[in-house]
């Protein structure tokens, strides 16, 4: 299993390149799934969780090549994929696949829409927290699906869904792409009430108009759908990684430096980039991206509180731990969106952070100094608060199942050595 070993106390320069967004990218993919048409998809990151829906999809029949090749090795920047569902084969979604990555279980909003049926595993739990699909279930049956739970699977049968108008009980991204997609190709107009605002669901708003549909108001907490009745092929572009740049940013001022966030976009993470700003870091959007500078002076502790957008992402909430664990004093971070996501807290601390947890809220006593040491990553965005600790920390910082960061970080070391950090793979 490979890990990565980092020898910390660089500061960083230069410029580091962002890739496509992830989470933008998944959902994407997804909606090929309602088009007979080929929609072609540009700036798709090379991450595993993007490698591992190409295998999901083509289960569905969806056909994909890479820069007009069929190359799953391909490893350039920006790739543009080519997805083309010209006959859906099959409208079962597997166990093994589903559980793997839970944003597969998405599938069953395009796959009802167009094929009439769907039967979806239930994705299981994951290591942040339970993350029921309850909505979903709850949403489909309010455009007419009647759904079944049964042996562990979602059976979502309907001839043609009808548009309505639907209250989310709680805010969720993924519900509300899989809501967008199957309303799609509903009959008549859906509205969805209390709705995710995250960047990624008006990025597939975006692909789901380029292909013909009629989504307005998606970035508002309330999105209208006039369903129509077929969808064509489309070009869209995936949005610049919003956590990836918080990532970067959050590492910059954890090791001081300067550098140059190369195609970030400040209006994706306006939140996230305020909270940075006021640990003392300099933070300037140009045309070309965002510059992240930090001179000397110590850290200041902020306190952040989780949220839906746009507030501070929960997906940057490891990552801002990783830097107050050398703030100069005391903060405290409340995780508001899942039950589980501290998983890290164990693991810094064994760099020398001193953090306690009180219910869902981690008080970080900022100290002078930690120090390396074998860690073991958790999930994605734990294991990343890692590595910017271990950017900080005196000495050989190991981090172990790699795995996990290459899940959503793409050419994480080659980046960060990039910009004069010194952090390399070990493989096997
Ligand atoms: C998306 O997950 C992201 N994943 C997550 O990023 C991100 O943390 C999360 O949104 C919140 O921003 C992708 O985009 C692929 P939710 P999603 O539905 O859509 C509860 C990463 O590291 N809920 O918005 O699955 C749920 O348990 C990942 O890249 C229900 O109760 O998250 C959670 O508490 C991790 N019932 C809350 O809603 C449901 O049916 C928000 O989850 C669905 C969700």
Known sequence: MDRIRIVGGNKLTGSIPISGAKNAALPLMIASLLTEETLTLDNVPHLADVEQLIR????????????????????????????????????????????????????????????GEAKVSLPGGCAIGTRPVDLFIDGLQALGAAIDVENGYVLAKAK????????????????????????SLAEGETVLENAAREPEVVNLAECLNAMGAKVYGAGSSTITIEGVDRLH???????????????????????????????ARADLLQSALDVIAQTGAEIT??????????????????????????????????QFMGLMTMAKGRSRITETIFENRFMHVQELARLGAHINLAGQTAIVEGVTKLK?????????????????????????TIVNRVYHLDRGFE?????????GATIERISG
């Open 411 to 419: 050419r994480l070391e080659q980046k960060l050595s990039g910009c």
């Open 233 to 263: 092929g489309a070009r869209v572009t995936v949005i610049p990684d919003r956590i990836e740049t918080g990532t970067y940013a959050m590492a910059i001022a954890m090791t001081g430096g300067d550098v140059m966030l190369e195609g």
């Open 285 to 318: 959007p140009t045309n070309s991206g965002i510059r992240v500078m930090r001179n000397g002076a110590g850290i200041t502790p902020v306190d952040v509180t989780t949220e839906p957008f746009p507030g501070f992402p929960t997906d940057l909430q490891a």
């Open 160 to 183: 043609r869904l009808r548009g309505n108008r639907y209250v989310f009980p709680k805010v969720s991204v993924g519900a509300t792409h899989v809501m967008m997609m199957a309303a």
């Open 56 to 115: 999901i999809l083509g289960n569905h029949g969806v056909d994909y090549s890479v820069n007009g090749r069929r190359e799953e090795q391909n490893t350039a920047y920006a790739r543009t994929i080519h997805f083309t569902a010209h006959d859906i084969v099959d409208t079962m979604a597997p166990y093994e696949l589903v559980s793997k990555m839970r944003a597969s279980f998405w599938v069953i909003g395009p796959l009802l829409a167009r094929m």
């Open 372 to 396: 390396g040491a074998p860690v073991m990553a958790t999930d994605l965005r734990a294991s990343v608060s890692l590595v910017i600790a271990g950017l900080a920390a005196e000495g050989e």
